[in-house]
Nanobody, 123 residues
Framework: VQLQASGGGLVQAGDSVRLSCVAS???????MAWFRQAPGKEREFVAA???????YYLDSVQGRFTISRDNAKNTVNLQMNSLKPEDTAVYFC???????????????????WGQGTQVTVSS
């Protein structure tokens, strides 16, 4: 499985950005997620989507970000609204063959990673 993320850029606070992650190979049964990493910080969980449409979010993005998938296009999207400067980071998509709920937010759960796309939010 290879993941290709796109859609980042430089935006102003309050703007919206949509990230996309195209997966090669069948990932319809995989858990798909987005993580982000700001300079000098550890990679942190942002959102995940598992089979059945169940979604999970970082508390600080709940209500502003939405993760979704299009299995026909092997794509996972992250719609980010009301962006804040603290959302500035490199965003990575990730895929996991298996996951249990207690580890869905852990980087160690994910088997495949995309290359990352930069999102910069200016104040």
């Amino acid at each position: 499985v290879q993941l290709q993320a796109s859609g980042g850029g430089l935006v102003q606070a309050g703007d919206s950005v949509r990230l996309s992650c195209v997966a090669s190979g069948g990932t319809s049964s995989y858990v798909m997620a987005w993580f982000r990493q700001a300079p000098g910080k550890e990679r942190e969980f942002v959102a995940a989507l598992r089979r059945g449409g169940y979604t999970y979010y970082l508390d600080s993005v709940q209500g502003r970000f939405t993760i979704s998938r299009d299995n026909a296009k092997n794509t996972v999207n992250l719609q980010m609204n009301s962006l804040k400067p603290e959302d500035t980071a490199v965003y990575f998509c990730a895929a996991a063959r298996n996951s249990i709920l207690s580890t869905i937010r852990s980087v160690l759960t994910y088997d495949y990673w995309g290359q990352g796309t930069q999102v910069t939010v200016s104040s």
